[in-house]
T-cell receptor
Framework: ETGVTQSPTHLIKTRGQQVTLRCSSQSGHNTVSWYQQALGQGPQFIFQYYREEENGRGNFPPRFSGLQFPNYSSELNVNALELDDSALYLC?????????????FGPGTRLTVT | DAKTTQPTSMDCAEGRAANLPCNHSTISGNEYVYWYRQIHSQGPQYIIHGLKNNETNEMASLIITEDRKSSTLILPHATLRDTAVYYCIAKEVGGFKTIFGAGTRLFVKA
């Protein structure tokens, strides 16, 4: 069983640029969630995708957007990068059937905005 | 805001049981208690979850009080590798939003 993978591992961008982060979900999982984790804080929920549609969203502006593909992999896009967007971006996959909905997280992408 | 409160940090001696408390006094009837942990610079790792009965798996045990207002995660024989931030989360099964608090930083000492 392949776990959740994310790419790239690290990324450095300049303020105002755009960035795309990628996530491959665990085998058999059809739901992907994205989180932002600033240094020293817990992960903050950005949004969730299920069946290629956004299924719910946290308190993040529209410049944070996403996609889910038919193979359940996903992208997180951030436009007009700000210095405060520097963080670890985590992707988590899960099933949406059955009793258990635990999420399995990838290792994250460390984004630095200068 | 997180629906759970946890101590900021705890210490535990290697080989002893680590008991991590969590208060969730406003938990609703359809919300489970989930525990995750995050080892430095890695993604969070699922540990265990439960609704009202105590649960045990190969990693830990979860004890939930009868009124469901608090719970305790037990690592029966802590090792140095268990040093991590532990998050307690109240979440509806199938709910889309997982709210992490600040968690408890557990230090396991030799």
């Amino acid at each position: 069983e392949t776990g959740v993978t994310q790419s790239p591992t690290h990324l450095i961008k300049t303020r105002g640029q755009q960035v795309t982060l990628r996530c491959s979900s665990q085998s058999g999982h059809n739901t992907v969630s994205w989180y932002q984790q600033a240094l020293g804080q817990g992960p903050q929920f950005i949004f969730q995708y299920y069946r290629e549609e956004e299924n719910g969203r946290g308190n993040f502006p529209p410049r944070f957007s996403g996609l889910q593909f038919p193979n359940y992999s996903s992208e997180l896009n951030v436009n007009a990068l700000e210095l405060d967007d520097s963080a670890l971006y985590l992707c988590a996959s899960s099933r949406t059937s059955g009793r258990d909905y635990e999420q399995y997280f990838g290792p994250g992408t460390r984004l630095t905005v200068t | 805001d997180a629906k759970t409160t946890q101590p900021t940090s705890m210490d535990c001696a290697e080989g002893r049981a680590a008991n991590l408390p969590c208060n969730h006094s406003t938990i609703s009837g359809n919300e489970y208690v989930y525990w995750y942990r995050q080892i430095h610079s890695q993604g969070p790792q699922y540990i265990i979850h439960g609704l009202k009965n105590n649960e045990t798996n190969e990693m830990a045990s979860l004890i939930i009080t009868e009124d469901r207002k608090s719970s305790t995660l037990i690592l029966p024989h802590a090792t140095l590798r268990d040093t991590a931030v532990y998050y307690c989360i109240a979440k509806e099964v199938g709910g889309f939003k997982t709210i992490f608090g600040a968690g408890t930083r557990l230090f396991v000492k030799a």
